[in-house]
């Protein structure tokens, strides 16, 4: 199997080559798997800070670095409940809490469990029925639904046992995956730690690190199931997760390639007749059936031929066995009689043309990229992006993946934030610093919270001193470098409103000076589902130029004003903290849509306004039409704007300041076309009118 001819150890070597061009390399794995857990990280603290009692976990090929852009992998979050004491053991019953007994018995299909629910007094079953997410067995053991989450998560679809938000605009989809957590290893894998591969493959730290972390249970039942709906499928993955981390790049290189052949070839209309996680467990079967010595670049075309090999005697026997759970098989009821043998054909065809099915490949040009490699065509014969470019697109999008979690988690933070709150969760935010990437995240996460915090506590003493204290401006000036301009904005905005005009307008002209000093790309919060401005090439190389933690310097967020803040906030601005009628309240989400009792602005617009107020109390008047013609150049050619029908509804103040009516007319009916409903523009006209009308 392994002493290749010539012309297999070429292909190996060329088919490398092309796969680290397109981004499967160990630079760009490192860093997408950093960025990952980074994400991760920042999540945790939210969650923490918000006393939202969940931990999330990104796993999958995105986490992994097991992707490319021509897969286009979603993201796999595992939404772990914590409240909830799922057991193996009476030993492990909690008082107080939500325990259910892990059930394994001659009915339950492998890799699968039955959650009796117990009291949570005393560590008995439960005997009566407490809701409709429980039923009753035929042993009158009160069993929990595995559709307690169905329509959990808003605009999901059901996909399994997962939660999937798909066709996000800019977004690539996510499968959102609710769990319980086990704390004990699960049973039915014991048997792995004694299994030994070749080459003591997994290690005994893999095995520690395994046995350290137990397992979960997702909401989905087997499809050879008697009773589907009861069934809860044992997950091992963060297990999973290290054993991937663990592995060289010519095996991962050999697992995209398997996921290549299975969107190409086996799933080529996006059905999903094998699963990537299959291809993963063949993978991580034939490492440990291997000597690690073969897992080498000039092996991978005789090892992605060896994984085929496989994956086929799986299909052919209608049995693929989980790595950790063997005795569950994920074939299992996956295949009719004619799917087994078309999908058994191709598999065999592709092994016997002995690599000419790669040259067909298109997915991220691997066949072409091949074909030059091979010198089968002219090197010129393409346009490719260089490998370099690729890594670079690639760490951009990365980066402002970063930006983008950071935002949103900023706004959930602020949520139902006062004075007493906000100080406890600043207490709560400086405790985050137990590891180096919760210190990263801290970083991305406190400045915002900070500025925020400043800034209410400088309302609250508005009414009295009309002034900022000391201390607000300590955390005002802490937060200063969140981004390149929302929190100077906002102290900008602070100093305004206490009529210091002179520190105002300082800082609004370092910070116009700051946003066009490098390629910036604004941020959108998470208030509008509209997609992320694409990058430009100016910013793709400005990213590579910053560090991780310096890409806030390049990327403007919105600027947010919640109502405790509403002192700090200029008149005109103050207005959108009021902009639902009892009518457009029926149109609200509740969960989603409490931003709306917010001001919230784009960076740009709002900075011109400002200028505009500030220079107009200066009485430059120079200056400040300088500005309103800004704002109306930033609103018509600005394509990148989140809050447009703010930005019309501010200029439309301006303009009724400059006693042109009809302009202020025409910004406010511009608003209402961005946002129909919730629009305080409907305010504005009829005060206006009023206004027009009263020769007031």
């Not at 670095?65 to 799922?86: A, E, P, Q, R, Y």
């Not at 002995?354 to 691997?366: A, M, N, P, V």
Request: charged share 20%; hydrophobic share 35%; aromatic share 10%.
């Amino acid at each position: 199997m392994f002493q290749e001819p010539d012309y297999r150890e070429n292909l190996s070597l060329m088919l490398s080559e092309v796969l680290h061009d397109i981004g499967v390399n160990e630079r760009m794995v490192i860093r997408r798997r950093r960025q990952n857990m980074l994400r991760e990280a920042i999540s945790y603290i939210k969650n923490r800070l918000i006393d939202y009692n969940v931990t999330e976990y990104y796993l999958g090929s995105q986490s992994e670095g097991t992707t490319t852009t021509g897969l286009n992998s979603d993201k796999d979050i595992l939404v772990c409940v914590c409240d909830v004491n799922i057991i193996q053991d009476w030993s492990e019953w909690e008082h107080g809490k939500t325990n259910y007994f892990m059930i394994h018995d001659e009915n339950t299909t492998p890799g699968y469990c039955l959650l009796q629910l117990l009291r949570h007094d005393e560590p008995l079953p439960v005997t009566l029925i407490p809701d409709e997410h429980h039923i009753s067995d035929r042993s009158g053991r009160i069993l929990l639904k595995n559709t307690k989450f169905n329509g959990v998560i808003s605009d999901a679809v059901d996909h399994g046992p997962s939660n999937a938000l798909q066709g996000q605009p800019g977004l690539c989809d996510t499968d959102y995956v609710p769990a319980f957590h086990c704390k004990s290893w699960p049973q039915s894998a014991s048997g792995w730690f004694e299994r030994q591969g070749i080459d003591r493959w997994p290690t005994q730290d893999m095995k520690r690190y395994a046995a350290s972390t137990g397992c979960f249970v997702v909401p989905t039942g087997s499809k050879v199931s008697e009773y589907p709906e009861l069934e809860w499928r044992i997950s091992t993955s963060l297990e999973e997760r290290c054993l991937m981390f663990n592995l060289n790049i010519t095996q991962i290189r050999c697992y995209v390639l398997l996921k290549m052949i299975l969107k190409y070839f086996l799933n080529p209309q996006g059905e999903i007749n094998i699963s990537s996680f299959m291809c993963k467990t063949v993978l991580l079967h034939c490492i440990e059936k291997t000597e690690s010595s073969i897992w080498k670049e000039k092996n991978l075309f005789t090892c992605l031929t060896y994984c085929l090999l496989e994956l086929h005697s799986c299909v052919h026997n209608d049995s693929c066995s989980h790595f950790i759970i063997q005795e569950n098989n994920l074939m299992a009821g996956q295949f009719t009689a004619g799917k087994k043998h078309e999908l058994s054909k191709y598999i065999t065809e592709f092994i016997q043309n002995d690599g000419h099915g790669l040259l067909r490949i298109d997915i991220d040009d691997l066949g072409q990229r091949l074909q030059v490699k091979l010198n089968m065509v002219p090197h010129g014969a393409y346009n490719f992006q260089s490998s370099h470019e690729i890594y670079e697109m690639h760490l951009a999008s990365l980066y402002v993946n970063i930006a983008i979690q950071t935002s949103r988690c900023n706004m959930l933070l602020l949520q139902n934030q006062n004075m007493s709150t906000m100080k406890q969760t600043v207490c709560k935010l400086m405790t985050f610093n137990d590891n180096r990437l919760q210190h990263v995240a801290f970083k991305f996460l406190a400045p915002l919270f900070f500025t925020a915090y400043g800034s209410v506590m400088t309302s609250s003493s508005i009414g009295e001193k009309n002034q900022v204290s000391p201390e607000a401006l300590v955390w005002l000036s802490a937060g200063l470098n969140s981004d390149i301009s929302s929190s100077r904005l906002k102290l900008a905005s602070v100093f305004y409103s206490t009529g210091d005009m002179e520190k105002a307008e300082l800082i609004l002209r370092h910070t116009e000076q700051q946003y066009y000093s490098y390629p910036v790309l604004p941020i959108c919060c998470s208030c509008w589902k509209r997609p992320q401005p694409p990058v430009t090439s100016e910013f793709v190389r400005a990213c590579c130029e910053q560090s991780e933690d310096s890409i806030k310097h390049i990327t403007p967020f919105c600027v947010i004003f919640i109502q405790e803040e509403i002192n700090c906030v200029p008149r005109e601005l103050q207005y959108e903290m009021f902009r639902s009628t009892q009518d457009d309240m029926i149109h609200r989400d509740e969960g989603k849509d409490f931003w709306m009792d917010w001001a919230e602005v784009d960076s740009l617009p709002f900075l011109y306004f400002l200028q505009y107020k500030v220079y107009r109390h200066l009485q430059k008047h120079q200056y400040q039409q300088q500005a309103l013609s800004k704002l109306i150049r930033t609103i018509e050619t600005d394509e990148n704007l989140g809050h447009r029908e703010t930005a019309f509804n501010i200029l439309g103040q301006c303009m009724e300041q400059e006693n042109r009516p009809q302009e202020a007319l025409k910004c406010y009916l511009l608003s209402l076309q961005q946002r129909a409903r919730n629009n305080v523009a409907n305010f504005h006209i009829c005060k206006l009118l009023s206004r027009v009308l009263t020769g007031r």
